[in-house]
């Protein structure tokens, strides 16, 4: 018998100020009973949980471990213009003259992670 992965769990400040950036990036949606001040809060999206907790000491150096988006319905560079205005900055910009390549980003709290290119992209 094997295990399943039940949450990707991310250490932060502030669980639900998190929770809330990461739900707006993934179209999902925080737990009904989260809420401002909670240590922990739920995000659900259609492709599995991502479980936010706060710890008490700030995030130091790299991520060992960082997720990759690809835009559903829209392309890589709109939706790096749209997680730039929901507060997310561009730590490095990877995407080439011929359409190929990714933007490496980071969350509100300096969490990294990449935004890649569309299926419809890669498909063209």
């Known amino acids: 018998m ?3 992965i039940r ?3 991310v250490d932060c400040t ?8 990461w739900a707006e990036v ?7 009973d989260d809420f401002p001040g909670d240590p922990e809060a739920t ?17 130091a150096g790299k991520n060992r ?4 988006l690809q835009p559903q319905d829209r392309g890589r560079d709109e ?11 561009l730590v490095a910009d990877h995407r080439r003259p011929d359409g190929t390549g990714w933007a490496t980003m980071a969350d509100i709290e300096g969490n990294e992670f990449c935004v890649e290119r569309s299926a419809a992209e890669r498909a063209g």
């Open 65 to 68: 471990l960082h997720l990759d």
């Open 2 to 4: 094997s295990s399943l």
């Open 43 to 59: 995000v659900r999206t259609a492709a599995g949980a991502l479980l936010f907790v706060a710890v008490p000491e700030a995030k």
């Open 7 to 9: 949450h990707i769990t």
């Open 26 to 32: 993934l179209g999902g949606a925080l737990a009904e």
């Open 79 to 89: 939706e790096v213009e749209r997680l730039l205005a929901l507060g997310a900055t």
């Open 14 to 21: 502030d669980a639900h100020r998190l929770a809330t950036f």
